[in-house]
Each structure stands twice: as structure tokens, then as C-alpha cells.
């Protein structure tokens, strides 16, 4: 089958193509929830302005150059679509492809659990029987949440997508807001002392600050990926690089901001203490009681919108292996509008039985924050090494200079190489996790190879499985022993 009849398989609906700006609000969307909201707290626990500034830097660099993989890939292979999955598929096999598309799936659902409790963290502030987002009626009102969007994206992807774009115009301008009355309110003072922090207390080396912000970093941006996972949907296909590349400079300039002017109204040890969503008591701090109100608004609005963006990608990330026969048949299928909407129950059958867990993990924002993103990590790595390797064999390239395949191999080696540094970042305890998610879902893989006769392993593809196997095993032990914890 070639790439356009793959392609003509897998649209058995017609959909309304996305302009550019819609696919950039895909990505700030997808990017800007949660996370920014609790940067503050949690920069302010690990380090202070010039750790926060390292690690802005390394981080930027880093995912932008993440940002010009996705570019690079979506102009040298514009027939592959869904992004994230597609690339391991095409570069490393069905297997690689699989597993790089249920990590993503998983850790988007993860995220989207992060999300409710998120929200429902910020209710106690103002009644205390939402807790930490971590009770039972937290449990309810999510469970409510989580099903209602189910049936507003039923309705149809394209619906869902402008809801998406006209929400991330709403949410940003809180947060523009809380940067722009910190900076005012500037205590030269205070912001001095928190250029290292070192007077507040023991920190760490620099090197170990800067390390205990790049999961934070890393779960901010999750969502870079979105154009690439919409590029089926896009009027033009290189409007898929230029909306990943413009949502990511968009974000990172407002993430830094957001934490450089945190440190400029009060001392590390006070931001490290603030509740989260930890942008709501700095604001209050700065402003009075009415700040409280309007920043929680802001982040009701802006999880939400995020959560539709997030689910949006989940359900894509699921259905499209599925019509490319790397996912049982049944998660393929479509409703009337278009809308997978078997990968859809799927995924709001999974955010909710995460959810579950809320009642008995320690710390759950944290918790599913560090999940979600290390969970991501095994498909932006793939991305990454593959299009290192269409640079090394010179594949995509045969029209093009030297000189551009040196420049966009270099990119993808540094990606590469910022990706493991994310892997080692987020420690052993995430990835046997991750491990312990990877190894059961590959009887979905089993099943999908074997309802159309084909070939389920490679020689190669035994060992992968045989590993992520055997660290799910050991994954598995560690939570019965209570060597891992939750």
C-alpha cells in the first residue's frame, strides 16, 4: 500500500482542513496548562534566579532544537502524518513505532489526570473539601468533567479544535497579566537575594539546582509535538513546522517570564512554601484577595483548554496506529461526525481509572506530573533519532546541499542528545514506571499483528520486548517491596 492510500485509509471521513493559526493554538494550547501555573513553587523549591536561568536556557535550547526535528521532519516526510508515532514507526519498525505511540498516549492520559486534580486543588483553596484535588468529591466533580468533554469531542474534531483556539486567546492573557503586575512591583531588594538563594539555605551545587528543574521544564513544553500530530489536518503541510516552531518560542517566552518575575516580589523559601497553583498566592500576595479569584479563573480556563487539546491528541495518537494496523482494529473506527471514537472511550475510561488512584497516591499533583513526563520522553527520543538518521543516511536529502544536511544532523544529534539527558533527569523510580505501563500494553501490539496475520516480532524486536518486559518485572517487585512508592 502506498503512502497516499495509507492516508485515504486512514480519512475514510472528509475533514475540515486547519488553518495556520489554528494549528499554532494547538500547540500553545496543548503546552500552556497546568505546568505554568505551579512553576514558581516549583523552581522556587529546587533553585533560585541564576539556576532558573541555566536551566531556561538549557531547556530552550534543547526543545527548540526538538521544535526544528518536528520542522525538518514534516518538510523531509510529508507523507507521514501523526507525528509522534509515525517517526519511530518509519525509522526504527512497527515495534519502536508502537511503543513511541502508547507512551505518548499514556503519558497524555496521565496529564489529563494531572489536569482535574489540578483543578480541583484550585477549588480548596476556597472550599476545603476539595483538599489537594485528592478527595472524594475532587473524584466526583473530575469524573464530571471528564465525561462531559468525552461528549463535546464526540461531536467532531474540527468543532473541538476552534473551542481550543478561541480558549488559549482567554487563558494567556491572565498570565500576561501576572507577569506584567510582578514586574511593577519589582523589590530590587528581595530579587537580589534570590540571585542564587544561597543565604535561604542549602540548594545544592548549581549543577544539582538546574537538574531538579528539567522534569518541570520538560512537563511544561509536552504538547510541542501537537501540529505534528494534527498534520493530516493541516491546508498546507509546511504550516506544520512554522506552528510548532512559533507555538514554542510563544511559550518559552512567557514560561521564563513567569518565573523571573516570581522572584521579584518575594524570598525563595516563601515562593518554594506557596500553595499550589502556586501563581495564585503570589498574585494574591502582590495584589490582595481579589488576585486570588482572578488567577484560579485563569487556571479553571486554561486546564481546561488544555485538557481538550490533550484528549484531542490521545484519541489521534491511538487511531491512527489502528488504521495503520499496529493497534487492533477496533480502536480505528469512526462515528458520524469523523471522530475516532473508540480511541476516544478509551482514553476517557483511562484518565478516569487514573483518577482513581488520586485517593491513594502520596502527592498526586507531583506524581502524575513527573509520570506524565517521563512517559513523553521515549517518543520525542525517537523523533529525535530518527531524523538524526535520515541525516547520517543521507535519505530525504538527495536534492539538497551538504551543507543543509550537516545543519539539520546537527540539530537532530542535539535533540537526541537533550533527550537522554531528560532520560537520566527523571530517574530510575519513572522509567521502571513507565516500564510497568509498556510491557502489558504490548498484547495490544500482539493482538494487532495477529488479527492480520503478519509477523508479530523481529529477531531485533524480541530483545526490545524482552527488556521493557523485564523492567516492567522489576518495576512490578519494586512497588510490592515498597522500594518504589507512589
Given at each position: 500500500?502506498?503512502?497516499?492510500?495509507?492516508?485515504?485509509?486512514?480519512?475514510?471521513?472528509?475533514?475540515?482542513?486547519?488553518?495556520?493559526?489554528?494549528?499554532?493554538?494547538?500547540?500553545?494550547?496543548?503546552?500552556?496548562?497546568?505546568?505554568?501555573?505551579?512553576?514558581?513553587?516549583?523552581?522556587?523549591?529546587?533553585?533560585?534566579?541564576?539556576?532558573?536561568?541555566?536551566?531556561?536556557?538549557i531547556a530552550g535550547a534543547g526543545m527548540l532544537m526538538l521544535a526544528f526535528v518536528f520542522q525538518n521532519l514534516a518538510l523531509r516526510k510529508p507523507e507521514l502524518d501523526s507525528g509522534v508515532f509515525i517517526y519511530a514507526k518509519a525509522g526504527f519498525?512497527?515495534?519502536?513505532?508502537?511503543?513511541?505511540?502508547?507512551?505518548?498516549?499514556?503519558?497524555?492520559?496521565?496529564?489529563?489526570?494531572?489536569?482535574?486534580?489540578?483543578?480541583?486543588a484550585t477549588l480548596g483553596a476556597f472550599f476545603d473539601s476539595f483538599g489537594d484535588g485528592d478527595t472524594v468529591l475532587a473524584l466526583v466533580l473530575s469524573t464530571v468533567g471528564v465525561w462531559s468533554f468525552h461528549v463535546l469531542i464526540a461531536r467532531g474534531v474540527r468543532d473541538a479544535a476552534v473551542i481550543n483556539r478561541i480558549v488559549t486567546i482567554f487563558k494567556i492573557i491572565p498570565i500576561l497579566v501576572f507577569i506584567v503586575v510582578l514586574l511593577v512591583n519589582l523589590d530590587a531588594g528581595v530579587f537580589a537575594d534570590n540571585w542564587t538563594a544561597y543565604g535561604y539555605g542549602d540548594l545544592g551545587s548549581l549543577d544539582e539546582q538546574v537538574r531538579n528543574t528539567m522534569i518541570i521544564t520538560t512537563f511544561v513544553f509536552i504538547g510541542i509535538e501537537g501540529a505534528s500530530?494534527?498534520?493530516?489536518?493541516?491546508?498546507?503541510?509546511?504550516?506544520?513546522?512554522?506552528?510548532?516552531?512559533?507555538?514554542?518560542?510563544?511559550?518559552?517566552?512567557?514560561?521564563?517570564?513567569?518565573?523571573?518575575?516570581?522572584?521579584a516580589v518575594l524570598p525563595q523559601p516563601?515562593?518554594?512554601?506557596?500553595?499550589?497553583?502556586?501563581?495564585?498566592?503570589?498574585?494574591?500576595?502582590v495584589v490582595g484577595d481579589w488576585g486570588?479569584?482572578?488567577?484560579?479563573?485563569?487556571?479553571?480556563?486554561?486546564?481546561?483548554?488544555?485538557?481538550?487539546?490533550?484528549?484531542?491528541?490521545?484519541?489521534?495518537?491511538?487511531?491512527?496506529?489502528?488504521?495503520?494496523?499496529?493497534?487492533?482494529?477496533?480502536?480505528?473506527?469512526?462515528?458520524?461526525?469523523?471522530?475516532?471514537?473508540?480511541?476516544?472511550?478509551?482514553?476517557?475510561?483511562?484518565?478516569?481509572?487514573?483518577?482513581?488512584?488520586?485517593?491513594?497516591?502520596?502527592?498526586?499533583?507531583?506524581?502524575?506530573?513527573?509520570?506524565s513526563t517521563s512517559l513523553a520522553l521515549l517518543p520525542y527520543?525517537?523523533?529525535?533519532?530518527?531524523?538524526?538518521?535520515?541525516?547520517?543516511?543521507?535519505?530525504?536529502?538527495?536534492?539538497?546541499?551538504?551543507?543543509?544536511?550537516?545543519?539539520e544532523g546537527i540539530v537532530a544529534g542535539a535533540a537526541t542528545v537533550y533527550t537522554l539527558f531528560l532520560f537520566d533527569a527523571a530517574g530510575l523510580k519513572f522509567l521502571l514506571l513507565s516500564a510497568v505501563l509498556l510491557a502489558p500494553a504490548s498484547l495490544l501490539y500482539v493482538k494487532a499483528r495477529s488479527e492480520r496475520g503478519r509477523r508479530i516480532f523481529t529477531p531485533t524486536e524480541v530483545g526490545l520486548f524482552l527488556i521493557i518486559v523485564a523492567a516492567g518485572v522489576v518495576g512490578v517487585v519494586g512497588l510490592w517491596t515498597g522500594r518504589i512508592t507512589l
Open positions: 500500500m502506498t503512502a497516499s492510500e495509507q492516508r485515504t485509509a486512514a480519512e475514510p471521513h472528509a475533514v475540515q482542513k486547519m488553518t495556520l493559526p489554528t494549528l499554532t493554538a494547538m500547540v500553545i494550547g496543548g503546552m500552556v496548562g497546568a505546568g505554568v501555573f505551579s512553576l514558581p513553587a516549583r523552581f522556587g523549591v529546587a533553585t533560585g534566579i541564576l539556576g532558573s536561568l541555566i536551566a531556561w536556557a519498525g512497527d515495534y519502536a513505532g508502537f511503543n513511541s505511540a502508547i507512551g505518548f498516549w499514556a503519558s497524555t492520559v496521565a496529564g489529563n489526570a494531572f489536569y482535574w486534580v489540578f483543578i480541583t500530530v494534527y498534520s493530516r489536518y493541516a491546508q498546507k503541510r509546511e504550516d506544520v513546522g512554522r506552528a510548532t516552531v512559533m507555538g514554542f518560542l510563544s511559550v518559552l517566552s512567557i514560561f521564563s517570564l513567569v518565573t523571573l518575575s516570581s522572584y516563601e515562593i518554594a512554601d506557596t500553595r499550589q497553583p502556586s501563581m495564585v498566592g503570589l498574585f494574591a500576595y486570588e479569584t482572578f488567577i484560579s479563573i485563569a487556571v479553571i480556563v486554561s486546564v481546561l483548554g488544555a485538557y481538550l487539546a490533550w484528549t484531542l491528541m490521545a484519541a489521534e495518537v491511538m487511531y491512527i496506529p489502528a488504521r495503520n494496523d499496529d493497534l487492533p482494529a477496533f480502536l480505528g473506527r469512526e462515528n458520524d461526525h469523523g471522530t475516532p471514537i473508540t480511541a476516544l472511550v478509551v482514553t476517557s475510561i483511562a484518565v478516569q481509572s487514573v483518577l482513581l488512584l488520586t485517593l491513594v497516591v502520596t502527592d498526586a499533583l507531583n506524581f502524575l506530573l513527573d509520570l527520543l525517537l523523533a529525535a533519532a530518527y531524523s538524526l538518521k535520515l541525516a547520517l543516511t543521507g535519505e530525504s536529502y538527495e536534492d539538497e546541499t551538504p551543507r543543509v544536511k550537516l545543519r
